[in-house]
């Protein structure tokens, strides 16, 4: 297939047609499809429906150390719960907070709790420094950078390579300047890019000298279960790596059962040195008088072992991966050798990551808007909604039937074409 670039104005002028002509089919159906959040999809949520009736009004609403249940207590989780999650991340159960349903709320209450205190070893809170600075791996995941913003931390865009980010950047960023404080990371199965970090990239970000010694890595392991191939991508244990560095302290790993079982009714979890824990929990204990322990008991007993996980996930995995292909095939059929557009085929998670031209990618998602496609907003992967160079789209897959999605998929190709066909046509004109 001949790329775009090489035809003449004639055959682009002709080829422009051509797609408005199809483009206007579609918008002439007042379509309302909804791209634009990574959202389970009615059928996924259905095999989580049983855990509802692990927990009967006639039956022990006790945990494994006596405590009821029903009343007060247990603010970082019950024993059951700890253990379960301390095997997923292979951490010690003593290096565990199991919160409420959501590990964003776990995230967000951690900034907070630094901005007005600090973290274990601080000399001075945060929101008492002038500036504060993170570091951004980008493209990233927006709800990260907006606690950011929220808080007025500076963020530093870091770019994404093909095995996690760029960490010469990294490296002597941290050296130079304490003010920086903090990364984000998805570390498997990016958001939206699909990279798992590498061994390297696991040791280096916890080894790295950093100027600032209350310097943490805010490691949202969202992904850690969501394959899609029967291949998991491995990455390597960060708080064991952190510990091997000498740098114990380093780290919050961040997960939770969001897209595992219920998003609205989950749980989240957070592993970090016995430090920091205990420094965490004392903070807790005035904050809270202690998370949904019935849900706790509830997804504790609906996955009795790893291997009930694993299973489950395959399940996941059976719905959502004809999904990935049909988006993956048609992108590949509609703008494979156009040279238009480039994207990542992840092994996991629950995005795919599309860049378009440069300065294309806010015009064609008005584009697909206008014919009732809604994406995720132009520059959203980029720290305060800026992506530098105006390509990169969010595609998430997984909410859609998989006839939706392929209307929405051919709907995006042809935005995808006209906004580019537009821009090489203007190109020759200025020329």
Known sequence: MRALSDLSANELAEAELNIQEQYDGYKNRKLKLDMSRGKPSPEQLDLSMPMLDTVQSSGLLNAADGTDLRNYGGIDGIPEAKALFARLLEVDSKE????????????????????????????????????????????????????????????????????????????????????????WCVPKYSNPEGITYSDEIVDRLAAMPAKAADFRIFWDDAYMVHHLTDRPDPLKNMLAACKAAGNADRVFVFASTSKITFPGSGVAVMAASVANVGYIRKQLSIQTIGP????????????????????????????????????????????????????????????????????????VISLA????????????????????????????????????????????????????????????TAS
């Open 96 to 183: 565990i907070i199991v919160g409420g349903n959501s590990s964003l709320n776990l995230m967000h209450d951690t900034i907070a709790r630094a901005m007005i205190h600090g973290v274990y070893g601080s000399e001075t809170p945060w929101g008492k420094l002038t500036v504060v600075k993170f570091l951004c791996p980008s493209p990233g995941y927006d709800r990260h950078f907006a606690i950011c913003e929220l808080f007025n931390i500076e963020m530093i865009v870091i770019d994404m390579l093909d095995d996690g980010p760029d960490m010469d950047t990294i490296e002597r960023l941290v050296r130079e300047d304490d003010s920086i404080k903090g990364i």
């Open 369 to 428: 808007a206008e014919a009732g496609v809604t994406l995720t907003q132009a520059g959203a992967t980029y720290p305060y909604g800026k992506d530098p160079n105006d390509r990169n789209i969010r595609i998430a897959p997984t909410f859609p039937s998989l006839e939706e999605l392929e209307t929405a998929i051919e709907v995006l190709c042809l935005c995808i074409q006209l906004v580019s066909i537009r821009k090489l046509r203007a190109e020759i």
């Open 292 to 363: 949904d322990k019935i849900n706790q008991l509830r997804h504790v007993r609906f996955f009795p072992d790893l291997e009930q996980i694993a299973a489950h996930m395959n399940r996941h995995a059976a719905i959502i991966k004809p999904k990935f292909d049909t988006v993956l095939n048609k992108l590949e059929t509609e703008l494979g050798g156009k040279q238009l557009a480039s994207w990542k085929k992840p092994g996991g998670g629950y995005f795919i990551s599309l860049n378009t031209l440069d300065g294309c990618a806010q015009a």
